[in-house]
């Protein structure tokens, strides 16, 4: 039986992958500690892409970043080993807000994953066994090894109209909540 751990797409860490993060790559977050230590930090306005692959789905979201004031941003999640999914509509009732992306180690939806891998016809399990997690937002729903978060657009220095305090006061306020996951930053 092989033993294969498929759906892994992190590049390893050299000085090459160093040389690119100087150069503006951008900064990945582990999403999972992130909502697990901080519940309420991500509210979600609307999902927006999903590019799906063999073991892999990257979102692309507005959401609501929540700390000291609220920020809306444009990120994408990786979901490595991704081994169900249920993209649903967004919740049409959802004007200003939207729910917290909901965190799950444990959850009635993960008790029944199998650790075979997806399409090999039950030829090839996960070795070592996988840890499963769950990612809800609104109505969807994401099983997976890992979740990492890339914030595409801060919410801040692109906005327009607002005077140069007010977006003084936003920036300080984004770079303080940035600060504050300064620990979840993968390298």
Not at 76 to 96: G, H, M, Q
């Amino acid at each position: 039986m092989a033993t294969s751990n498929l759906g892994d797409n992190r590049i390893p860490a050299s000085a090459a992958a160093g040389n690119e993060a100087a150069k503006g790559t951008p900064v990945r977050y582990d999403l999972g500690g992130l909502l697990k230590d901080n519940p309420l930090h991500y509210h979600i306005l609307e999902l927006r892409i999903a590019n799906m692959g063999y073991l892999r789905l990257q979102l692309q979201a507005s959401v609501l970043f929540c700390v000291e004031s609220c920020i809306r941003q444009f990120v994408a999640i990786d979901c490595f080993k991704a081994v169900d999914y249920s993209i649903r509509p967004t919740n049409p009732a959802i004007l200003e807000g939207g729910p917290c992306i909901k965190y799950y180690e444990k959850h009635e939806l993960l008790d029944t994953v199998s650790q075979t891998v997806p399409k090999t016809d039950g030829m090839e399990v996960f070795n070592p066994p996988v840890k499963f997690i769950l990612l809800n937002i609104d109505q969807s729903y994401i099983i997976a090894e890992r979740f990492e978060m890339i914030i595409l657009n801060d919410g801040v220095t692109t906005m327009m109209g607002w005077t140069p305090m007010r977006k003084q006061q936003k920036m300080e306020a984004l770079k303080r909540g940035l600060d504050s996951m300064d620990k979840y930053r993968l390298s």
